[in-house]
C-alpha cells in the first residue's frame, strides 16, 4: 500500500515558522500532482496548496502570501514553508498526491499555534 509520510509538525507561537515535509514513492511522486491539505476538528479537509508535476502552485487564499510550497523532485519530497503563523492555522495537515484519478494520503502531521 502506497504511503504518504509526513514529519515537520509540531508547536510554534503565533508568529512563528515551520516546516513541514512529505516523502513519497518515487514512482508516485514524479508523475502526481501533490498538495497540503489541513483538517480542523470537526471539519472537512481543506486546501492549503497544490503544485503539479509540472512545478505549477495554487494556494489557498487564507495562506497565500505566508505559506510557500515546493517540491524537490530528486529527493521525491514536497515541502511546505508556513511563515507568520497564526492560531487559526492550527489543524493537522496531510500531504496528498493525486495521480490520475487516485489520491494517496499521509496520515497527517499535528500542528499547533499558541496565541
Known amino acids: 500500500q502506497v504511503q504518504l509520510v509526513e514529519s515537520g509538525g509540531g508547536l510554534v507561537q503565533a508568529g512563528g515558522s515551520l516546516r513541514l515535509a512529505c516523502g513519497a514513492p518515487a514512482f508516485i511522486f514524479t508523475i502526481s500532482t501533490m498538495g497540503w491539505y489541513r483538517q480542523f476538528p470537526g471539519k472537512q479537509r481543506e486546501l492549503v496548496a497544490t503544485i503539479t508535476s509540472g512545478g505549477t502552485i495554487n494556494y489557498a487564499d487564507s495562506v497565500k502570501g505566508r505559506f510557500t510550497v515546493s517540491r524537490d523532485n530528486a529527493q521525491n519530497t514536497m515541502y511546505l514553508q508556513m511563515n507568520s503563523l497564526k492560531p487559526e492555522d492550527t489543524a493537522v495537515y496531510y500531504c496528498?498526491?493525486?495521480?490520475?484519478?487516485?489520491?494517496?494520503w499521509g496520515q497527517g502531521t499535528q500542528v499547533t499555534v499558541s496565541s
Open positions: 496528498n498526491a493525486l495521480w490520475r484519478w487516485t489520491n494517496y
